[in-house]
């Protein structure tokens, strides 16, 4: 049940946060975590999402995020969900690939 939901929230983060952040950035291989809150902000989605920072920020921001929340997420494990539910099964994606299957999807 709750992995509709999470998919769900995966789906509308890819539809609508990868567009914004080019358009309000340009383009560019990773947004730092105040770029990603500001098009979340934006676009009124849900904040505190991991997911967000999983697809659009790199490794090392995402860690440093959940390590100032004293939170564990697994960056790579949480990259292959956002994987399965957008582009269909795994595989490593780029911001890039985010952005086209945004446009795809409009």
């Given at each position: ?6 998919k ?9 946060l ?11 291989t ?33 860690d440093?995020?959940?390590q100032?929340?004293g ?7 949480m ?25 795809r999807?409009?």
């Open positions: 049940m709750f992995g509709f939901f999470i769900r929230r995966i789906k509308k983060y890819a539809r609508q990868p567009l914004e952040l080019k358009m309000m950035y340009g383009r560019q990773f947004y730092s975590k105040e770029q990603v809150d500001a098009a979340i902000t934006r676009k009124k989605l849900s904040h505190n999402s991991s997911y967000a920072y999983a697809m659009l920020c790199s490794q090392s921001e995402f440093e995020i959940h100032a929340a939170e564990t997420c697994d960056y790579i494990a990259r292959s969900e956002i994987s399965n539910a957008v582009f269909g099964g795994p595989m490593d994606f780029t911001v890039s690939m985010l952005v086209f299957e945004a446009t999807s409009k």
